[in-house]
């Protein structure tokens, strides 16, 4: 699975938008990118995931440049509730298995 | 539906023993996958079980297994406890391999293992 790059912490003002980069320059043709994030104290969960069209969803967008290689998760309206380490993984979507590749993240800091 | 539920949260062992932790899935998810998370390495890939057999194994030794039992709950061992085997160890349960919604994993809050 390709490698991502992903700036170690990041503040935002409550209320918003949160742009959360990622660099993933050797992504493959076939290779999805997966967003993540773990609030303290309890286990990663789903955010979104692209191939390279840009997605949106109750949660988030992701943006993936034309290139793919690299993307964009924004938060329109961070709240307090949106702390959390956030994980942008590049991944095969296919049958062979459900092995995420976890980096170092993103700590997003969403502040009043 | 309820999410992914694990047994025990915390748990405190000594050196040299033995421990097993348990996870129930999401009603109608069959793909179950283990991860262990330190400060020091974060999170890494243990193994993934469908239909009560491994189908992929991550980087670790042979004192760490698992076992997937037909209502797709999930028990993983770990033996000869080491004290860098405290961790937090998180299960992930997902739609079965062929589903459109298979690579997208919903994680329970995890056990905190202290070995000492």
């Known amino acids: 699975d390709a490698k991502t790059t992903q700036p170690p912490s990041m503040d935002c003002a409550e209320g918003r938008a949160a742009n959360l980069p990622c660099n993933h320059s050797?992504?493959?043709?076939?290779?999805?990118v997966y967003w993540y994030r773990q609030i303290h104290s309890q286990g990663p969960q789903y955010i979104i995931h692209?191939?390279?069209n840009n997605e949106t969803n109750e949660m988030a967008s992701l943006i993936i440049t034309e290139d793919r290689k690299s993307s964009t998760l924004i938060l329109p309206h961070a709240t307090l509730r949106d702390t959390a380490v956030y994980y942008c993984i590049v991944s095969l979507k296919n049958n062979a298995g459900n092995m995420l590749t976890f980096g170092g993240g993103t700590r997003l800091m969403v502040k009043p | 539906k309820a999410g992914v539920t694990q047994t025990p949260r915390y748990l405190i062992k000594t050196r040299g023993q033995q421990v097993t932790l348990s996870c129930s899935p999401i009603?109608?998810?069959?793909?179950v996958s283990w991860y262990q998370q330190t400060p020091g390495q974060g999170l890494q890939f243990l193994f993934e079980y469908f239909s009560e057999t491994q189908r992929n194994k991550g980087n670790f030794p042979g004192r760490f297994s698992g076992r997937q039992f037909s209502n797709s709950r999930s028990e993983m061992n770990v033996s000869t406890l080491e004290l860098g085997d405290s961790a937090l160890y998180l299960c992930?349960?997902?739609?079965?391999?062929?589903?459109?919604?298979?690579?997208?994993?919903?994680f329970g809050p995890g056990t905190r293992l202290t070995v000492l």
């Open positions: 692209g191939l390279k």
């Open positions: 009603s109608g998810h069959r793909s």
């Open positions: 050797t992504i493959s043709g076939n290779e999805y």
């Open positions: 992930a349960s997902s739609q079965p391999p062929g589903h459109s919604s298979y690579n997208e994993q919903f």
